[in-house]
């Protein structure tokens, strides 16, 4: 498996502002998704982010709010704009090297607290 | 549509006693991955097991064994003699061939193994 690190490792913001996640992936991964932990809950997917091309985004989500890029095939960004308390959650990065291998691995999470 | 149901919320055994957490998929594909993920107090998500829906033997990897029944659509995971670093957030998810690979998560099960 890979290692995935994430930027920053945790952050505390005022409402209204944004901050940006990088993910940063130690080799080459064919696939790259962005999944939301609310406090207390599951993993919901957010978007696959796509190399060279605009994320694909799950229901639920949209690029205004939150914009990824992945400029290459080991990293990646999520933005979460203008932010509200709803928003405190970890974010976290994964990745998968072969689609055929079928196994993802995570970042340490990026843990999100919004004022 | 597809669906990861765990249904404990919480577990508390003793230390030494066996655990098994349940976990319950629906699917319309016919291949698909199913996964287990433990995530520790400090937040990062640590892959167990893939299983593809092609192979139901058992599992068994030191104190851990998953058991995969197509049948019942369910794919239980057992601790043999819980340590107390056992205690964490377990996770099973699910992946289709037709969703891109897609993690769907269920809710996860707490354990808690107490000295």
């Known amino acids: 498996s890979a290692v995935i690190s994430q930027k920053p490792s945790r952050d505390i913001c005022q409402r209204g502002t944004s901050l940006t996640i990088q993910c940063q992936v130690d080799?080459?991964?064919?696939?790259m998704f962005w999944y939301r932990q609310q406090p207390g809950q599951s993993l919901t997917l957010i978007a696959t982010a796509n190399q060279g091309s605009e994320a694909t985004y799950e229901s639920g989500f949209v690029i205004d709010k939150f914009p990824i890029s992945r400029p290459n095939l080991t990293f990646s960004t999520l933005t979460v704009s203008n932010m509200s308390p709803e928003d405190s959650s970890i974010y976290l990065c994964?990745?998968?090297?072969?689609?055929?291998?079928?196994?993802?691995?995570f970042g340490p999470g990026t843990r999100l607290t919004v004022l | 549509a597809q669906k990861v149901t765990q249904a404990q919320t919480e577990i508390s055994v003793v230390e030494k006693e066996d655990v098994t957490l349940d976990c319950v998929y629906e699917?319309?594909?016919?291949?698909?991955?199913l996964f287990w993920y433990k995530q520790p107090p400090s937040g990062e998500l640590v892959f167990l097991i893939r299983?593809?829906?092609?192979?139901?033997q058992n599992e068994i990897s030191g104190r851990y064994s998953w058991n995969f029944q197509k049948s019942t659509s369910s794919f239980n995971f057992t601790i043999t003699a819980s340590q107390v670093v056992d205690s964490a957030v377990y996770f099973c998810?699910?992946?289709?061939?037709?969703?891109?690979?897609?993690?769907?998560f269920g809710s996860g099960t707490r354990l808690l193994v107490r000295p």
């Open positions: 299983r593809n829906s092609f192979d139901e």
């Open positions: 080799s080459q991964v064919t696939m």
């Open positions: 699917t319309r594909d016919t291949t698909y991955y």
């Open positions: 998810a699910l992946s289709e061939v037709d969703s891109s690979y897609k993690l769907i």
């Open positions: 994964s990745g998968e090297r072969d689609s055929s291998y079928n196994e993802q691995f």
